[in-house]
């Protein structure tokens, strides 16, 4: 038995994990699917979500278990993860990234765009503090190959994500986030995380093990069964550490 943290990525909520949960615990496994503060039911002011408080809120999540938490992180939420295991990696069992941003010490999830414009679709609000994204474009983007129903409820729950965490720099340590070990799922069709910057991200941090999915961006939708095996063959290669 393991306990898994499932962590949200941008304009998601823990409502995208929902196949996923009920399939950990049918197979008797702990989980835990939060909102991250600023979405859902933990209603932040936009302007007050930070990196390092969304990090703080998953470290405590993994503390307060009985036992070494598995944190996942999808797309932004990877960054989520890894702030969360540089604060309490003695309460962490290990980290898996799916189609997850996965960078090192010093960089910000808004250096994937290297300075060029956001992608179409994509806008920042006129004070600068949200990003949203419209449904034509989220639809191609995050929910290739998904079911027409679940695509259609997943763009009505999508909400305006906290801006400030994507221009924070992660501080990483080898001694705390380097200590703990890392998987990777791929989705080979990613539209969001092309999977060439997936893999260019490993090549920075190598993950062992590695799955790769093919899907799109969200395979908690499209493939919630496989996805769920993979993480608990992920859970069983991390051990009993």
């Not at 909520?13 to 008797?28: F, P, S």
Request: with cysteine; net charge negative; proline share 7%.
């Amino acid at each position: 038995m393991a306990t898994f943290i499932l962590v949200h990525g941008a304009l998601h909520g823990g409502w995208c994990w929902e196949k996923v949960v009920g399939r950990l615990i049918a197979a008797n496994h702990r989980v835990l699917a939060p909102d991250l503060p600023g979405t859902g039911e933990r209603w932040v002011p936009a302007g007050d979500v930070t990196l390092s408080m969304t990090g703080t809120f998953i470290a405590d999540l993994a503390v307060r278990q009985d036992d070494k938490a598995i944190l996942v992180g999808h797309s932004l939420g990877g960054i989520t993860i890894c702030d969360a295991a540089e604060r309490a990696p003695e309460a962490i069992k290990g980290l898996i990234f799916v189609a997850a941003v996965l960078l090192p010490n010093g960089s910000a999830a808004a250096d994937l765009f290297q300075g060029a414009p956001l992608p179409d679709g994509l806008k920042l609000s006129a004070d600068g503090l949200t990003l949203t994204d419209d449904p034509i474009h989220a639809r191609h983007r995050y929910y290739s190959g998904c079911h027409e129903d679940d695509v259609e409820i997943a763009l009505a729950r999508l909400a305006p994500q906290p801006a400030r965490p994507m221009s924070e720099k992660l501080s990483l340590s080898q001694d705390r986030f380097g200590s703990l070990p890392r998987a990777y799922v791929e989705c080979l069709r990613d539209n969001a995380l092309p999977i060439e910057m997936q893999r260019l991200q490993q090549e920075c941090l190598p993950c062992d093990p590695v799955f790769a999915m093919d899907t799109g961006h969200s395979p908690f939708l499209q493939a919630p069964d496989l996805l769920t095996s993979h993480l608990i063959a992920a859970a069983e290669a991390f051990g009993d550490r």
